[in-house]
């Protein structure tokens, strides 16, 4: 697949400032956790090459401590880290929002917006989408009392 190796490597960048903003870790548990999130595991020939340009960077520090008998670096987020974190969290919801926007509906009693499943009921010739059974119970209520 053309520019799968520069989609996977923005992702592991993108996942691995997530899961060092969660909680600091080491570079093998960043490998597997990122393993399960992207369903193919980094090698230590990606991962380690960006905990250390991350570090030169000033996003994380790197501390050398005992973790299960064995001697680890584990990496933490500085604070410029954090912050660059929740911007690309930010930058990524927003992305995330223009897909999804036009997919919305919105619930014709409360005014909630219903992505997916939602309850649909013709009501006067009209088909109209709620998000659950109770509004549109509701909506027919406030029909017939007005």
């Known amino acids: 697949m053309v520019g799968e190796r520069e989609h996977t490597t923005n992702l592991t960048k993108f996942y691995t400032l997530l899961l060092l903003n969660e909680a600091p870790r080491h ?18 020939g990606q991962i380690y090459p960006l ?13 050398t401590t005992i973790v299960g ?34 997919k919305l509906t919105k619930c014709a009693h ?3 917006k219903v992505y997916e499943g939602g309850h649909r009921e013709r009501i006067k010739g009209k088909t109209l989408m709620f998000c659950c059974v109770h509004c549109a119970r509701s909506y027919k209520r406030h029909l017939v009392h007005n």
């Not at 570079?27 to 230590?44: N, Q, R, V």
């Open 69 to 102: 008998g064995k001697k680890r670096k584990v990496y933490a987020l500085t604070r410029e880290g954090r912050k660059t974190s929740a911007m690309l969290m930010t930058r990524f919801s927003d992305l995330v929002s223009i897909v999804l926007e036009p």
């Open 51 to 63: 905990l250390k340009n991350l570090k030169k960077k000033g996003l994380v520090t790197c501390q």
């Open 110 to 112: 409360c005014g909630c």
């Open 27 to 44: 570079g093998y548990e960043l490998m597997t956790e990122l393993g399960e999130k992207m369903g193919k595991k980094p090698s230590a």
